[in-house]
């Protein structure tokens, strides 16, 4: 595998912005809270970037990278567009709702750009791992971003909540998705259905692990 093969150019809008997001988080690091609005300018620009680089990369009909595990058409594509339009508009008016609660932060920023990032990846998902992913980084930022208000017992409830609930989610979605592959990986081998009880015997897969220890039949119940 080398990079011409994972054939970049179609992410390239969620690399400028993983790259945007880093100096933004880095360079607010040395940013006093009264220099504060140069984080809410730097995260504008981003949005502006990245939306000007997916124009950029526009092209007709539908590409796949990443070994199909990344899918960029017309749709990912618009839906892109629309959701940097919605986090450009959400740093606009968010300036004054954070200012009068106290949270004008940097951490609000850099989570929001992360929260973007996540749906980006999402919306070009051809994966079910894509997709995870995707939503993984959209739900651990929201999380952080709930539990802003560090002095608000409600703020940190909330989060506690939904990262619980979350955590849950996650586990149980990835077990779906194991689950559901295992007979699709089953027919790619020609061999008979996954676990479908006739006649008292258990029809395996050949390659499975419980066939290679043998374990290939049930005990009818009943008559």
């Known amino acids: 595998m080398n990079l011409i093969d994972l054939n970049l150019m179609p ?3 969620e690399i400028v912005l993983f ?3 880093i100096a933004v988080l880095l360079a607010d690091l040395w940013i006093s809270d009264k220099n504060r609005y140069l984080t809410h300018l730097m995260s504008l620009g981003t949005v502006i970037i990245v939306a000007v680089t997916q124009l950029a990369v526009w092209e007709q009909g539908s590409t796949l990278a990443f070994h199909g595990m990344y899918i960029a058409d017309g749709m990912s594509r618009l839906s892109k ?3 940097y339009g919605l986090t450009f508009g959400l740093f606009i008016y968010s300036k004054p709702y954070n200012q009068a609660r106290g949270i ?7 989570l929001s750009l ?3 990032l996540g749906m980006s990846v999402m919306v070009s998902a051809a994966h079910f791992l894509t997709a995870y992913i995707g939503l993984e980084l959209l739900s651990l930022s929201l999380y952080a971003m709930i539990a802003l208000r560090r002095d608000s017992g409600r703020s940190a409830e909330a989060a506690l909540k939904y990262f619980v609930l979350g955590a ?3 586990g149980l979605l990835l077990t779906a998705g194991r689950l559901d592959s295992l007979p699709a990986a089953c027919r790619a081998r020609r061999a008979p259905r996954l676990g479908l009880v006739r006649g008292g015997a258990v029809q395996y897969c050949p390659s499975s692990p419980r066939a290679r220890h043998g374990i290939v039949t049930t005990p009818r119940i009943g008559k």
């Open 81 to 83: 567009l629309v959701l």
């Open 114 to 116: 992360f929260a973007l």
């Open 19 to 21: 790259a945007l997001l």
């Open 104 to 110: 004008f932060k940097g951490e609000f920023y850099t």
């Open 11 to 13: 992410a390239m809008p």
């Open 168 to 170: 849950l989610a996650s």
